[in-house]
Structure formats: C-alpha cells, structure tokens
C-alpha cells in the first residue's frame, strides 16, 4: 500500500522560499508510469494543482504558478520536493502531495504565510 507523508515549516514569511517533502513509501518514484503531484487548498477554497514530476523526473507546472515554482527529487530517499519562491498571504494554504491518478494522497500539511 502506497504511503505518502508530506513534511516541510508550518510557517513561512512573505517573500520568503517556501520548501516542502514528499515521502512515498511502498512504491518507487522512478519506476511504473505514475506521476507525483502538489495540490494545494486555500482556506475557504477548492482544490489546486500545483505541479507534477514523472518517473524519468519530467516537470509539468501550473501555469499560474510556474514562474516561482519547482519540482525535484531525490531518488536515493524516495522523495520530492516543492519550492515555491516568493510567497506571499495568499499562498497560505494546506499542500498535499499524491500519486497520479490521484488514488493515493498525503494527509496535508497547513502552511501559512505571514510576517
């Protein structure tokens, strides 16, 4: 059974780099033909992707968030990351990571942004 645990700072300051960590246990992040994805829930509203990472590491990006955003990995630790530049209040959110097609997700971390 496939096992996501995201972990990363519960608060960040504006304009600061927000870095987050997904752990995938039971599974590989560089093999099968799934993807890995960032989801984020703003307080009050639904759902946004974020971005996503294949198994031969290809990114695909937000476009509203691909100017500040990155995805990487670390294949020895079975993880990958999110980084997101430049943050500000409205990036305040609760992030997941999950598995593509989504039939796996992590329990969420808050994240908040404030001075």
């Known amino acids: 059974q496939v096992q996501l645990q995201e972990s990363g700072p519960g608060l960040v300051k504006p304009s600061q780099l927000l870095s987050l960590t997904c752990t995938v246990s039971g599974d590989s992040i560089t093999t099968n033909s799934f993807y890995w994805s960032w989801i984020r829930q703003p307080p009050g509203k639904g759902l946004e992707w974020m971005g996503a990472i294949g198994t031969s590491g290809s990114t695909y990006y937000s476009s509203s968030l691909k100017s500040r955003m990155s995805i990487s990995r670390d294949t020895s630790k079975n993880q990958f990351t999110l980084q997101l530049s430049s943050v500000t209040p409205e990036d305040t959110a609760v992030y997941y990571c999950?598995?593509?097609?989504?039939?796996?997700w992590g329990q969420g971390t808050p994240v908040t942004v404030s001075s």
């Open positions: 999950a598995r593509v097609p989504f039939d796996s």
